[in-house]
C-alpha cells in the first residue's frame, strides 16, 4: 500500500529556533510533494509544494528539502514563532493524494 | 470567492442514531473528497468523487458509511447506526480537478456520539 511516513509525531522548538519534520516515501510515481498546516478548529490548509526534479524551495521562512534517490523530504522551519505553532502534514500526489499522519509543532514563547 | 463550507459544525448524536454530513466545494471544483480525522490523529482517507466518475469508496470504514454527490456539487456523507468510535472530526476537501494536489478543506464537522 502507498504511504508517506512522517516523523516526529511532535516537535517542540524554541522560539527563533529552526523545525525540521521529516517524509519518507515508497512510491516512486509520486510527483508532487505538499506540506499542509492545521490551526486547532480549522481544516489544513496548502503552505508550500514541491516537484520531484526540484531539490529545494523556499518560501519565506518555510523550505522543503527533497532527496529523490533517498525519496525522502523534510519541512525547516526557519525562525520559529509561536504563530507557527499548529499540526503539519506532508503529503505526497500519484493519482490521488496520500498524507503522512501530522506532526503537532509547538514554538515556545 | 466562497471557500469550502461544512454543515453542521458540530453534531452530538446518540449511539444509534443516523447522522448526515453536508460538505459544499468550491464552485467549478470536480473533485471532492471526505476525510475522517479523530483527536490528535492525521488524516484518514474516506471517499472521493470526481466528475461523474463512479467515487473511490476504498476508504470507507464500514457499511454503515456512505456518501453521494449530486449534480457533481453538493455531498452528502450519512453514517447509520453511529457507534461511539466513529467520534471524529469530518473534513471535506475539494480541488480543481484529480490531479490537482492544492486541496481546500472545509473547516470540518465534529460529530460526537453519546
Known amino acids: 500500500q502507498q504511504q508517506v511516513k512522517q516523523s516526529p509525531q511532535s516537535l517542540i522548538v524554541q522560539k527563533g529556533g529552526i523545525s525540521i519534520i521529516n517524509c519518507a516515501y515508497e512510491n516512486t510515481a509520486f510527483d508532487y510533494f505538499p506540506w499542509y498546516q492545521q490551526f486547532p478548529g480549522k481544516g489544513p490548509a496548502l503552505l508550500i509544494a514541491i516537484r520531484p526534479d526540484v531539490s529545494e524551495k523556499k518560501e519565506g521562512r518555510f523550505t522543503i528539502s527533497f532527496n529523490k534517490s533517498a525519496k525522502q523530504f523534510s519541512l525547516h522551519i526557519m525562525d520559529s514563532q509561536p504563530g507557527d505553532s499548529a499540526t503539519y502534514f506532508c503529503a505526497a500526489l500519484d493519482d490521488k493524494i496520500i498524507f503522512g499522519k501530522g506532526t503537532r509543532l509547538h514554538i515556545l514563547p | 470567492g466562497a471557500g469550502v463550507s461544512q454543515s453542521p459544525s458540530n453534531k452530538v448524536t446518540e449511539k444509534g442514531k443516523d447522522v448526515e454530513l453536508r460538505c459544499d466545494p468550491i464552485?467549478?471544483?470536480?473533485?471532492l473528497y471526505w476525510y475522517r480525522q479523530s483527536l490528535g490523529q492525521g488524516l484518514e482517507f474516506l471517499i472521493y468523487?470526481?466528475?461523474?466518475?463512479?467515487?473511490?469508496k476504498s476508504g470507507l470504514p464500514s457499511d454503515r458509511f456512505s456518501a453521494e454527490r449530486t449534480g457533481g456539487s453538493v455531498s452528502t456523507l450519512t453514517i447509520q447506526r453511529t457507534q461511539q468510535e466513529d467520534s471524529a472530526v469530518y473534513l471535506c476537501a475539494s480541488s480543481r480537478d484529480k490531479s490537482s494536489y492544492e486541496q481546500y478543506f472545509g473547516p470540518g464537522t465534529r460529530l460526537t456520539v453519546t
Open positions: 468523487f470526481q466528475g461523474n466518475s463512479a467515487p473511490d
Open positions: 464552485s467549478g471544483h470536480t473533485a
